[in-house]
């Protein structure tokens, strides 16, 4: 198990890597000057050049990003350009709204979405079958700053119930900020969760030994949630996976408009500084963390499925005895 584990954290540097080279490309090339930007249209070229040089922007491109790879190894991702404060401070005081707004949207998205899919599989081709699938369907295909706009008219102008943007700074506040962005997440996740546990239940409710446990005078609850949801959990938990670490790197836009003090936010605001130690630091712990929900989807497919175990075994005998 820790060879595996080992061996997918070891295959994260070159993907690390290829991202951090292709972002400090495009920021590089980007137009704008970091110290113009700063210092405002009316600073003199003299106090331009030495903020430069203070910034290392005259450097060449390969001296420039060796020297971020040679700080990122020993754990350094530089000082903002913007506001002279690490990095690594400044994405550790937002990471933490980031993942709460993520769980949040995963959250929503799994206890609506599962349900329905089971539902609409369960009544397949029946009318709630066909207006849940149009509704899925509408929800997936519908742009997030759309919706989010409408939340916002709806519930925020229109009813006032929830606040248009920002965080509470109270408990109780809090959550109630918390509601429309993670609608706006979620809604589009729960449409395709729903849609895959629909396929994957359809795929088991099929099979023969749904009949036996029916044949065998099990409730339909225990055949729904124990025989049927359990073996058709696989391509779930891959979808609610790959989603969440989907939401931990695309709530941009989300954080954007409700101006949520996110490291989603917080990349827009680097780039229109061309902040690149800045947004260099959000990619690489946006990565790490995309790796390591992907990491731990792949260990929970040994305990849903035991035939995936086995395999794990089988692989490791098998790289234990040919040593």
Known sequence: MWRYILKRCLMTLPVLVGATFMVFTIMHFAPGDPARIILGADATEAALESLRDELGINDSFLVRYGKYMANLVRGDMGTSYRNGQPVTALIMGRLDNTISLAVAGILFAVIVGIPVGILSAI?????????????????????????????????????????????????????????????TLGS??????????????????RQDYIDMARAKGLSENTVIWRHMLKNALIPIVTVIGLNFGVLLGGSVLTESIFSWPGVGRFVVESI??????????????LAILFTLVNLIVDLLYAFLDPRIKSQYRSAWARGGASK
């Open 123 to 183: 009544k397949q081709y029946s009318a709630l079958d066909n207006v849940t699938m149009f509704i899925t369907l509408f929800l997936t295909a519908m742009p997030t700053f759309w919706l989010a706009l409408i939340l916002v008219i709806v519930f925020s102008v229109n009813f006032g119930w929830f606040p248009a943007s920002g965080m509470g700074r109270t408990f109780g506040a809090f959550w109630m900020s918390l509601v429309l962005p993670t609608l």
């Open 272 to 285: 229109s500084f061309k902040d690149t130690p800045a947004v260099l630091g959000c990619v690489v712990t």
């Open 188 to 205: 589009g996740f729960a449409a395709l969760i729903a849609r895959t546990t629909r396929a994957s239940v359809l795929d088991v409710v």
